[in-house]
């Protein structure tokens, strides 16, 4: 079982910076894939980002389109963290911001589908106005 708490939500002005962290219960936290989903009002839940797991580097990334070059995901397996380092933040990023883990695929599996992801946090809000 492993239990995901998010932080570092905000208001932040166009343009402007967010870091958003995910702290993972459990022993196994490396052996997880780490993604970001978002969701906006109205809209369904889509994907943000992932981190593979990590046994023996510093596991693989992958991004959605709608955030590459600005989002930058990072783990930090000793502190059973990861992280959502968001740059450049538009008003289309306001969403509720998700982390989720998963086995499927790992190690090194980069996994997109919200479906393949067993644990989810509870979100963080993300305002990013104009």
């Known amino acids: 079982q492993v239990q995901l708490v998010e932080s570092g939500g905000g208001l932040v002005q166009a343009g402007g910076s967010l870091r958003l962290s995910c702290a993972a219960s459990g022993r196994t936290f490396s052996s997880y894939a780490m993604g970001w989903f978002r969701q906006a009002p109205g809209k369904e839940r889509e994907f943000v980002g992932v981190i593979s797991s990590s046994s023996w580097s510093d596991g693989r990334t992958l991004y959605a389109d709608s955030v590459k070059g600005r989002f930058t995901i990072s783990r930090d397996n000793a502190k059973n963290t990861v992280y959502l380092q968001m740059n450049s933040l538009k008003p289309e990023d306001t969403a509720v911001y998700y982390c989720?883990?998963?086995?499927?695929?790992?190690?090194?599996?980069?996994?997109?589908?919200?479906?393949?992801?067993?644990?989810w946090g509870q979100g963080t809000q993300v305002t990013v106005s104009s």
């Open positions: 989720a883990a998963t086995r499927t695929g790992q190690p090194m599996g980069v996994v997109l589908a919200a479906h393949e992801y067993n644990y």
